[in-house]
Structure formats: C-alpha cells, structure tokens
C-alpha cells in the first residue's frame, strides 16, 4: 500500500470512530430519557395529602386531568398527573417545586395568562393541600 493509501485509510478510520464516538455521546445523552425521569421526586414539606386528593375532586380538576387515587379523575382535557412528583416542569413553564407549583394551582393565569387552566380561586391552604397529594404521585 502506498503512502498515500496509508493516510487515506488511517483518516478515514479516525473519521469512523468520530462519527461513532459522537453517534454513542448524542445516544447517551438523549438516552430515551423522559422528562419525569429526569428530576428527582417532589416532596411537599407542608399541606394535608389525604385531604388535597378530596379537594381534587371538589375543585373539578377531574373533570381535566386523569389524576391516580382520586375517583372518577380521568380527564382528556388536560395532562395526566400520573408520577407528578418525578416532573421536571409545571405547565412546560416552571421548575417542578412545590413553591410553584403551589403557585400554579392558586392561580395559573397570573403564571401564565391565557392558559386552558382556569384560576378556580383555590385558597392557599387548599393549593398546600393539593400540591402535598400530587407529590405523593410517584
């Protein structure tokens, strides 16, 4: 083999394991992880779990979202809250903590005005409360 074919095919070999060194690096990375799986669990420090899924129910967010543990909460209109806990993000728009997401549920339009999430003029305590039963969903 000449010189020549020597460089040519010891480039193209480096070329091969770049594009399969990057290949594996972007595989990795984007690895088929999802979004819940990638923040660690919430946990609320405050508020009333048990009485937070009742208040699922009497708020309406059934009639919305499909939401484990609370009777009849298998809404289309909204996203499921299954494993809300494990979520990286409140409504694609807010680090999943439970300050925000408390937030969130007292009043959604002053988060995101225009929002399909109607303000339901939940109360603090009862935002606490929710906001404890949905990080039970994990």
């Known amino acids: 083999m000449s010189g020549r074919r020597r460089r040519v095919a010891a480039l193209s070999a480096t070329a091969g394991w770049v594009v399969v060194s990057l290949a594996a ?3 990795t990375s984007c690895g088929g992880e999802s979004e819940r799986d990638a923040a660690p669990p919430q946990v609320a420090r405050s508020g009333d779990p048990d009485r937070g899924a009742q208040l699922i129910s009497s708020y309406g967010c059934a009639s919305c979202h ?4 609370v009777a009849d909460a298998h809404g289309l209109v909204g996203p499921p809250l299954t494993e809300f806990a494990r979520r990286s993000y409140i409504a694609g728009e807010l680090p999943n903590t439970e300050a925000n997401l408390h937030r969130w549920i007292e009043d959604p339009q002053a988060v995101e005005p225009g929002t399909a999430m109607p303000d339901l003029g939940v109360t ?3 935002a606490a409360d929710i906001t404890a039963y949905l990080y039970t969903l994990r």
């Open 66 to 69: 499909t939401v484990p543990g």
């Open 124 to 126: 603090p305590q009862d």
């Open 25 to 27: 690096v972007v595989l």
